[in-house]
Every structure is written in structure tokens, then in C-alpha cells.
């Protein structure tokens, strides 16, 4: 492929157009071989619970305690995540955070005598505490043991959100075109902002010249798409000094082949650190193909309760889907207005209305959805951890919604990563939720555990930039069988 500039917006069509197939059920077989004995305990660290957004029937723990590790280890499947919700935290709050869940895997992994393998599972659009938390992970891991790390895998490609790697640029496709991250919206994150598409260059950007675009090794859709499973392996073979792995993909064929070569450079001694987006963990976890949930395996008929729907991501998708949800008659709407965290009575005020209002909705049989309002709480220049304190406030609001309302939904809708994830964790009190699959490409549902405030509930994790505009309003028509 020509070298282009990564700040060039592209066809899909012209992208994808000029890569060639490659046979499916060769490759197919060839991971299953492979997978077969690597004999490691894979676990995901998810920043925000969007990250089971391509598996099913894999546990979700939200607490990182060795009680909790110990249970994933023990388990059948090859996999588990951590909930750590680290988006929503201080960079200080992160490092802790990784400490700990590392420190615990080793405990775990020495009393069992299991090799383990860690994902740090962040956004597609990548952003994040990068790369804070792999940083951390590493030193914690190589501290504690002999295992020396030789590089970190860069893999932000994930389909069902649009996100792509061509040519080491890493896009978001809007519509008929891939945009380059770097001009997205995303990359203006207040918290987490970055200026480069091209992965190298990003790494290089957020390692502060740590990590650079020249000592990256870039594993090539050209090699991927040959069915190069040696060449790849020896570029594997030859990183070390945790430099990055950069691998590009435009679907699921291309992580199978990469992931075949990463099995064989790992059963050959390497280690890898990895940084991923949500298709990574599906292949090396051998989770199977599913098809989109039903209503009849999301909703339980003989409630007449009305469902509860929360929006609090800002970002423009959804705002959009927002909109496009608001057109259905069969949903009572509640604005929150989020910006009376500034004065803490009248926020309390507002809080216990809301709450009033979606009692008795729900009770009645009518489903209502609450959404923060849609105008930035801005407080100037400067200001980002500021912004962020204020935010975690505002998210332990919405949460408190749930906290406090007595009586159950019949399903739980929340939009964005913070959002569901305190909902989850704090709101609905999981300890360990099962992952049921999808109601729509990208967008899990969890199984609420025993231990949880309705024990059963049906959880949509609803990301804040994935889907199209009708996305969320087709996703709670299925749920309100309308």
C-alpha cells in the first residue's frame, strides 16, 4: 500500500477494496491448533465494563481481590475479566490500582502453579491512562517474579465500533469514511487527549519520547493477509526492551493470524504485555461466534414493571442516539441537570426529584430514561482534574438512582463507560456478573450475579460512541417489544 498521511480522511471502499481475502476455515484451524496448549489463564483488565463488548459466557468480576482472582483462575474458561473502571480514576488512583491487581495475580498464580498472561483492555479510540497502566503492570510483574516482559502489543482495532488499522494509522470510520484518530473528537478527551494517528507516533506521543516510532515493529496487513505466520513470529521473536508491537487489522482474520504467531513466539519464551480494544481478548480467549440476544432471552414477560434507561455520556454519538430515542412515545423523559453539582443543595434536590419520578414511572408500568444535560460542565483552562472530581460526582448521582430506587426495572439500559460501570459495581452491587453476549453489534449485556441488588437483571452496557444514530432506540425497542 502507498504510504499516506495520517491526518488524510479515506474511502472505506478505496481502503478495503484493495485488500486481499484470505481463507477463513485455513486460519480457523490453524488458531484452534494453537490455542490449544498455551496453558496460560488469560485475564482482561477492562477500564469500563464496554470491554466484554465481543464475548459471551464469560465471567466479569468487579473487585480485583485475590478471593476474586482466585475464582477466575479456578474456573473452566480460559478467561476472565477485572471491572477496574480506571477511565474514571486519577492517574495516582490507576497506579495504585494496577499495583494491587498485579501483586494479586501473582499470589494467586504462584499458590496455583498458573501461568498467566494480562490484558490491559482500553478504548478503541485509545483513550486512557496510556501508558501509565501497562507501565505499572510490568514493573509490578517483573518485581515479583522472573518474568522478564519483551514487548507491549499495540491493538486498538475493533469492528464493531468502526475502528481500524491500515498503513499503522489507526481510524474511526464515520459513514462511508475512515477518519484518522487523531482528528477525531476523541483525541480532544480533556483528560486523555493525543494528536497522532499513526500508532508508532502515538506511542512515541504518549511515552513523552520514551518509546519510539523507529524501534516499533510494525506487523503489516500485506504479511496478515499472506498467511506469513513465520515472518510474523520472528518479529515477535526479535522485540525486546518492551518496545511496541503495532498490529494492523481490518477484521477478525487478521488478529486470528497474529494471534497464531503470538502463540508461537510465547510457547517459545517471549513475553508480552498487552494493549488492546475488545476483539483482541475474544480470539485469544477462543471465544466462539455468537448470534445478537432475543427479546425472549433478555426480558422476563411477567413483570409489568417499565424498564429504566440512563444516558450520561457526552460524547456527539450519543447526543445523536439520545435524539433519535427520544422520538419513541412509549418512554418518559427526565433531564438532569448536572450542572447544580456546583450548588450542592439544589444538586440534592434535583437528585431526590429524579428518583421520585423514576419510581413511580417504572412502577406503573411505563419505561422512563434519564440523561444528564447535554452542555459540558466547563470550568476553564487547566482545570482537568477539577473536572474530573466534579464528573465522578456527577456519575455517583446517576448511580444513586439506582442505589436508591426500590423498586426493580424490568431491564437497566446505561449509556457510556463511567456511567455503566458505576452502575454496575455500586448501583447494582455485582460482585461477578456473567456476560449473556449482544442486543447489538458492540453492546454487551451482563447477567446480574446472586449477590447483586436485583439479583437476574438484565444489564445492557450501553458504550457512549458505538452504534448508529437509531442504535440505542432499536436496541430498547427489542426490550419494550415495540
Known sequence: ???????????????????????????????????????????VLDDDPTGVQTVHGISVYTDWSVDSIEKG???????????????????????????????????????????FIIISRGDSTLRGHYP??????????????????????????FKEGGRFTVDNIHYVQYEDYLVPAGET???????????????????????????????????????????????????????????K???????????????????????????????????????????????????AELVDEESNHGGLILVGSHVKKT????????????IEFIEFDVHLVLHPEKFEAEVDRIIEACENFVRSGKTVAVYTRRERLDLGENKQEEELKLSVKISDAVTSIVQRIKVRPRYIVAKGGITSSDIGTRGLEVKRATVAGQIK??????????????????YIIFPGNVGAKTTLKEAVEILDNK
Open 245 to 295: 508491537v503495532v498490529v494492523n487489522a481490518v477484521d477478525y482474520v487478521d488478529v486470528k493470524v497474529f494471534t497464531i504467531a503470538l502463540v508461537k513466539a510465547i510457547k517459545s519464551g517471549k513475553h508480552f504485555m498487552f494493549r488492546s480494544a475488545a476483539a483482541f481478548t475474544k480470539i485469544i480467549g477462543g471465544v466462539s461466534d455468537k448470534g445478537l440476544l432475543t427479546r
Open 73 to 115: 483462575f479456578n474456573e473452566e474458561n480460559s478467561m476472565f475479566f477485572l471491572l477496574t473502571n480506571s477511565r474514571g480514576f486519577t492517574a495516582a488512583e490507576t497506579e495504585k490500582a494496577h499495583k494491587e491487581i498485579a501483586s494479586n495475580a501473582l499470589e494467586v498464580a504462584k499458590k496455583l502453579d498458573k501461568d
Open 1 to 43: 500500500m502507498n504510504t499516506i498521511s495520517s491526518t488524510e480522511k479515506r474511502l472505506v471502499k478505496d481502503v478495503f477494496d484493495n485488500i486481499p481475502a484470505v481463507d477463513v476455515n485455513v486460519v480457523n484451524d490453524m488458531l484452534e491448533k494453537e490455542l490449544l496448549d498455551l496453558n496460560k489463564k488469560i485475564i
Open 132 to 157: 501509565l497502566e501497562t507501565k505499572v503492570l510490568m514493573e509490578t510483574i517483573e518485581s515479583g517474579s522472573d518474568i522478564k516482559f519483551d514487548g507491549e502489543v499495540i491493538l486498538p482495532f
Open 185 to 243: 473528537e476523541f483525541a480532544k478527551d480533556r483528560t486523555f487527549g493525543f494528536t497522532k494517528s499513526h500508532l508508532g507516533e502515538w506511542v512515541e506521543e504518549k511515552s513523552n519520547g520514551e518509546f519510539k516510532a523507529e524501534n516499533t515493529t510494525y506487523i503489516s496487513l500485506e504479511s496478515l493477509r499472506a498467511l506469513d505466520v513465520e515472518t510474523i513470529t520472528n518479529q515477535l521473536l526479535e522485540v525486546t526492551d518492551f518496545n
Open 441 to 458: 453489534p458492540g453492546i454487551p449485556v451482563w447477567f446480574t450475579g446472586e449477590e447483586s441488588k436485583f439479583p437476574g437483571i438484565t
Open 319 to 330: 447526543t445523536e442516539q439520545l435524539e433519535e430515542l427520544k422520538k419513541c412515545d412509549f
